[in-house]
């Protein structure tokens, strides 16, 4: 199951850690097994892991790239996963985890936004470029996977 949440505030104040954790706290049941939060200027994400995949803490997000560039918050499976990561290793890439996510988190910084049509599964998910400041979320293409998002002029 697990749960994402976040906050970016467009007028470059910065959020406030609480925030985020009482978003946190009201999806806790979908995911009791691990939590973590990244903040950073005007940017919040909040995440709740059931584990399923990855037992392990490798599998903990919000998960970083490699290079510190990118931050990814994901709740979902991708069923085609190990094809992916071979394809991938293939390519240089290297894992620490047995984790989708980190399949998910490298395919956006080898295919970019493209990476979505090579998913198979379903997903919700965000991508902050920690360097352009960029935010990037979709969802899969049923809608599976919840993903709301509000904005106050």
Not at 47 to 65: A, C, K, N, T, W
């Amino acid at each position: 199951m697990c749960g994402i949440s976040g906050i970016v505030n467009f007028n470059n104040r910065g959020v406030d850690k609480k925030v985020v954790a009482q978003m946190m706290q009201k999806m806790k049941h979908r995911g009791p097994d691990d939590e973590g939060v990244f903040i950073e200027e005007s940017i919040g994400l909040g995440f709740v892991r059931l584990s399923i995949l990855d037992l392990s803490l490798s599998g903990h997000q919000p998960m970083e790239s490699d290079n510190g560039k990118y931050v990814m918050i994901f709740n979902g499976e991708v069923y085609n996963y190990i094809e992916l990561r071979d394809e991938l290793k293939t390519k240089g890439y290297q894992f620490k985890s047995s984790s989708d996510s980190e399949v998910v988190l490298k395919s956006y910084q080898e295919w970019g936004e493209a990476c979505l049509d090579r998913f198979n599964g379903m997903w919700a998910l965000t991508i902050y470029n920690r360097e352009t400041k960029e935010l990037f979320g979709a969802r899969d293409r049923f809608g599976v996977k919840p993903f709301y998002y509000y904005k106050d002029t």
